[in-house]
């Protein structure tokens, strides 16, 4: 891979990653979308991890210092999950088209959910948290905190959706306009 093809895909992950201080509903961010467009893009895989999880280290850092907000007691669960989106663009979108980033959009925004909406229920092993609503350790917790979070899928599969086909969509005009930014 060329120096301008990497500099490039590293310029609009930041971008995105700088687009998470704009107004938003809540859930409604790049960071998926950013997560899938590394792992597709990048030939080098280690740069398909780092660069989206190094973006969004530094867009939560600069969400903490500005807000008291960027970080959690989940956090490493939360990147954990986008690892495994990059890992889901890697393996399904070796071959870009609409209908498989649509697809992967879609299944990064369920990954996340499950993922992040159980572990959340179980921050501590068998003590419940009450700042997440105090589920009880059960089943009825499971199925309490998923239906909790239901509100927070829907504008999950909205970003998801909206910033991969802003991601995709831009790179795939980029690389008609510029050649050198083509894979050869």
Do not use: C
């Amino acid at each position: 891979m060329n120096i301008t093809r990497y500099s490039t895909l590293a310029t609009i992950i930041v971008l995105a990653a700088l687009s998470r201080f704009f107004p938003h509903p809540l859930n409604f961010t790049p960071i998926a979308a950013i997560a899938l467009f590394g792992g597709a893009y990048f030939n080098n895989r280690w740069l398909a991890f780092i660069v989206p999880l190094t973006a969004m280290l530094i867009s939560d850092t600069m969400h903490e210092l500005m807000t008291g907000y960027g970080f959690h007691s989940g956090m490493p669960v939360v990147y954990g999950s986008f690892a495994l989106v990059t890992l889901l663009g890697i393996l399904s979108l070796q071959k870009v088209t609409a209908l498989r980033v649509t697809g992967a959009a879609i299944a990064s925004s369920l990954i996340f959910f499950l993922i992040t909406n159980f572990a959340f229920l179980y921050p501590e092993a068998a003590v419940p948290n009450p700042s997440l609503g105090n589920y009880p350790h059960n089943w009825t917790g499971i199925i309490a905190s998923y239906e909790a979070g239901l509100p927070f899928l829907k504008n999950q599969i909205l970003g998801d959706l909206f910033y991969s086909g802003i991601l995709f969509g831009g790179f795939y005009l980029l690389q008609r306009r510029f050649e050198v930014l083509r894979v050869a």
